[in-house]
């Protein structure tokens, strides 16, 4: 059993984290004293307590000084939590790069229905539902769906992000070591959503490479070519890891291109009327 | 011929699942007992004459609450499947009833959760609000009737409408949709979800949200226009002002949920691409229109729960409202606001850091007013002589169990932390945290507050506060384990999870909770009944059982259909404390001064009008194009017979009301 979000194992979850602590503490420094003030004048001036019987004042009803204190301690709270909200949002875009030395790795996600295609372009090769990678690299995912929109999400890494037919997110994370970690879909896509889990594993530069290296030589991993994908393509859940000892080259831009088509594309048969 | 007589009606269509045959014969016992009790006790004609066919906005409330009580209870029975299903679906044990897991296969477990979401927002919250509206708002601002009768009760019939279409797919279709409460494409269109569910949530959105739009039109119609002479904008009761700033909401942001969810059902029905994700369809588009409704939705949920809180603080601290010129423009600014935030539900859409940036601080934003009620709730208690009754009970669980919410609310507005908490159990969490405190709670405040104005004895105090009690425990052991499986990683709408996740323990104690809030519910039921049955002890003889501070508290308990025998007048805020102390006493008014009063007459006119929506609608959900079609046609007919309908009141002459008058305080001594 892990802590999720509380256990973050890479940058961008580990600023995510101190965000969302950060951002509780400064709430509860307003809410805190508040709920006090509520419940400790809920007893005090309860009807019947004669400690307080003579302060009984019904026609109070406040000044306008007051009621510019209201608003004002809200809105210095807001003020602050806006300028880290402007900050963070920007720091944390999940389109921008992990500033690294190291050159990232690119790995090309495609939700299918209901399981995770993942095509390393730089190595050949694709995997289902097993992302290897190395830590301390970044790792930069270009993300389309031939599937309904789907959410790609490893919490331990950071961010999610929404996988979508016809167009392209982005996401950048890094492990800042080794270890497996649990992905998942967030958004519900149909009857496989629940198994749409996949593991992430983050290994040593070397350890990937001789993984490539493996699922290449793999004489039980086959080739993903176009026919092999649209078999892949058709749903199915709780699908276990599989491997491709190549992929085809065009194979991503060809499942972002394909709900582009103008109307001869495939997926419009089955209209009614 | 059989296409165009039935269109895509099978005899498949018939209930033959478990669930569906269940349902459908728990409908049918249903309505078999009621209509043999209704025959046995011959009240068939009561039925139809003193209630069914009213324009009276009290009856129409009344009706209003028992039908979102009794969809209170469906929505409450999907909540209780699901979490059945969350304690027991962990790992490989073995499923029951035919599922792989647990015992509800994926799409009927997604098709509850969707029921589920809809009702208890379109069926039970706004069911309620448009009640209390109904019943209260009135009241308030010294008006006999709503500007729209008739329109009043045909907002109240396509409610009734929707209510029962969104149950309909039990008898006729045996599924749902299995999308989600909003039901986004590309998931919702044809391509991936064939079938009549996605149309049968179409089709019962757009019926109650029609009656929804005329009872926002009508609200707003007659806050504005149809105050006691003297009653300014700003000497509104705050209950007042909250529904006008939500029914202002249900004006602007209905019409969105209508056009975006007809250009879905467009792509399904003629094979259209507004949201497809071929031939130029985008169905981002719809996220946004989507929640361009959904967050104002939101507010129009709890917003009036603010103005019931109002009222309950102050009348229970024996004090008026601290702030009141700050609480109006609070609830105006939340209401303007939430029209500004609809892109945070969706930061991990990919719109770019500058515009989630924008629409997160615009969010933080929306704190701001409603941390200012909380001060001036706290400031009104502040030397009050408060008295723990139900309500105030109701409104101190709210403030605590709120504010958490808001933080949690707050801390999903910073794109940075959403991008980790989107679509997990915590984002369920914040938002039951704030339906259950602010609507809920609110709303069982404004029943037990406002319960003697319409029967005329007030509800148990002893099992009312158990109740709050059961509700307040449950409440907490139900959705903290959410907030902390949010935490570890857990999402929503997983009808199962490995066994490693170690998740399984939150999930069970989460499903007590939902059994301490089902002994909750029980405990508000068993409260009516004994209050029911001692009610000649707790006999509401003065109108004014708790000292309330506005108009309705000025009229006799049970409050005649006539409302007010004399037209009230207002100089002031706090109109009948004011009244009261200028020495005012219950009794009848001054001989002299009662008036003829003009009534609405009751019609049946909205019933049959909704009926053939209804019938529209079925037609559209199958395909059966001559039902559309005279369904449509029968409800536009209906409109015009009703609109050359000139003998629509009726005179009540003064001395009638002032014999009624007289009576009702003199049952009362």
């Known amino acids: 059993m892990t802590v999720g979000v509380f256990d973050p194992q890479g940058p961008i979850a580990g600023q995510e984290r101190d965000l969302i602590v950060l951002a509780i503490g400064l709430m509860l420094l307003i809410a805190i004293p508040m709920l006090i003030l509520l419940y400790t004048f809920a007893w005090r001036y309860r009807a019947g307590n004669k400690k307080s019987a003579d302060a009984y004042q019904p026609d109070h009803v406040g000044s306008f000084g007051r009621q510019l204190l209201w608003w004002c301690i809200p809105a210095t709270l807001i003020a602050v939590l806006a300028v880290i909200n402007w900050k963070t949002t920007h720091a944390l875009d999940p389109f921008a790069p992990i500033p690294s030395s190291t050159p990232p790795l690119t790995v090309e996600v495609v939700a299918l229905q209901w399981k995770w295609l993942f095509i390393y372009p730089q190595q050949g090769i694709a995997t289902v539902n097993w992302l290897e990678f190395p830590a301390r690299t970044p790792v930069h995912f270009l993300l389309t769906a031939d599937a309904p929109m789907s959410s790609f999400w490893i919490p331990q890494l950071g961010s999610q992000i929404y996988a979508m037919s016809a167009m392209q997110t982005q996401l950048y994370l890094e492990a800042s070591s080794t270890g497996e970690f649990v992905g998942k879909d967030t958004e519900i896509n149909g009857a496989g959503y629940a198994g749409m889990t996949f593991t992430a594993d983050a290994v040593s530069e070397s350890d990937f490479n001789a993984w490539v290296a493996g699922v290449k030589a793999s004489s039980s991993a086959p080739a993903l070519t176009m026919g092999a994908y649209n078999a892949l393509a058709a749903p199915s859940a709780y699908v276990p890891p599989a491997f491709y000892s190549s992929a085809d080259p065009n194979l991503y831009d060809y499942v972002l291109m394909k709900y582009m088509v103008p109307s001869s594309s495939p997926v419009m048969t089955g209209m009614k009327m | 011929m059989e296409h165009f007589l039935l269109g895509d009606l099978t005899w498949s269509a018939l209930p033959h699942q478990w669930f569906t045959v269940g349902a459908t014969a728990t409908i049918v016992a249903g309505l078999a007992v009621l209509a043999g009790l209704l025959t046995y006790l011959k009240k068939w004609k009561w039925l139809w004459k003193e209630w069914l066919t009213s324009t009276d906005p009290k009856k129409i409330g009344i009706m209003y609450i028992v039908m979102a009580s009794v969809m209170l209870f469906r929505g409450g029975l999907d909540a209780a499947m699901i979490w059945l299903q969350q304690a027991m679906s962990a790992g490989n044990a073995p499923g029951f009833l035919g599922a792989a897991h647990g015992y509800l296969d994926a799409n009927h477990f997604q098709q509850i959760f969707t029921a589920h979401g809809d009702i208890m927002v379109f069926f039970v919250t706004m069911g309620f609000f448009f009640g209390l509206i109904n019943l209260i708002v009135p009241l308030q601002i010294g008006a006999r009737d709503l500007a729209f009768p008739f329109m009043n009760s045909l907002g109240f019939w396509l409610y009734v409408a929707g209510a029962v279409f969104i149950n309909m797919f039990f008898v006729i279709g045996g599924q749902f949709a299995g999308s989600g409460w909003l039901s986004l494409p590309p998931l919702s269109e044809l391509q991936y979800s064939p079938g009549t569910g996605i149309d049968y949530w179409v089709w019962s959105l757009q019926i109650s949200g029609l009656g929804s739009l005329l009872g926002g039109i009508n609200f707003v119609a007659t806050i504005l226009k149809m105050r006691a002479k003297g009653m300014t904008l700003m000497k509104m009761p705050l ?30 029905f003629f094979g259209m691409h507004f949201f497809t994700t071929t031939a130029g369809g985008n169905p981002m588009l719809y996220v946004n229109l989507i929640w361009m409704w959904g967050h104002p939705e939101v507010y129009i949920l709890v917003i009036p729960a603010f103005g019931i809180f109002s009222e309950v603080v102050s009348t229970f601290s024996g004090k008026r ?46 704190a701001i007013p409603t941390a200012v009620q909380i001060f001036n709730w706290i400031a009104t208690m502040y030397r009050g002589r408060i008295r723990f009754t139900t309500p105030m009970m109701y409104f101190l669980g709210f403030a605590g169990i709120f504010t958490m919410g808001g933080m949690a609310g707050v801390l999903l507005s910073i794109p940075g932390a959403d991008f980790e908490l989107h679509n997990s159990l915590f984002l369920v969490a914040h938002f039951h945290t704030m339906i259950v405190s602010a609507a809920l709670f609110g709303i069982f405040a404004g029943i037990t507050y406002w319960f003697p104005k319409v029967t005329g004895f007030t509800l148990n105090e002893r099992i009312g506060r158990r109740a709050f009690w059961l509700w307040v425990v449950g409440y907490f052991v139900s959705f903290i384990p959410l907030y902390i499986l949010g935490f570890l990683g857990a999402t929503r709408r997983l009808d199962h999870y490995a066994a490693s996740t170690g998740w399984q323990p939150l999930f069970i104690t989460a499903g007590v909770g939902v059994l301490i809030i089902a002994a909750g519910a029980l405990t508000q039921v068993w409260q009516v009944i004994v209050s029911i049955r001692e009610r000649d002890e707790h006999r509401d003889t003065t109108g004014d059982p708790w000292g309330g501070h506005s108009l309705e508290w000025s009229t006799p308990s049970p409050v005649p259909y006539y409302s007010f025998a004399v037209a009230p007048e207002v100089d002031s805020r706090d109109a009948f404390w004011e009244m009261k102390k200028r020495g005012w006493k219950p009794g009848p008014a001054a001989p002299g001064t009662y008036k003829d009063i003009v009534m609405a007459k009751n019609t049946g006119m909205a019933i049959y009008l909704s009926g053939f929506v209804f019938l529209g609608a079925f037609g559209l959900v199958w395909h059966i194009i001559w039902l559309a079609v005279a369904g449509i046609g029968g409800a536009i007919a209906c409109f015009i017979i009703q609109s050359f309908d000139e003998d629509t009141e009726y005179i009540l002459p003064a001395a009638e009301v002032e014999r009624l008058d007289r009576m009702a305080w003199e049952r009362n001594k």
């Open chain 2, 321 to 366: 409202i601290f702030g009141y010129v700050s609480m109006v423009m609070a609830a105006i600014g939340i209401t303007l606001l939430s029209f500004l935030v609809w892109l945070h539900h969706f930061f991990t859409m990919g719109a770019g850091a500058d515009v989630d940036a924008f629409f997160g601080i615009m969010t933080g934003v929306i």
């Open chain 2, 239 to 268: 209950f007042t002002w909250t529904s006008l700033c939500s029914m202002v909401l249900v004006i602007a942001s209905f019409p969105v949920l209508t056009i975006t969810t007809l250009l879905l059902w467009a792509d399904r």
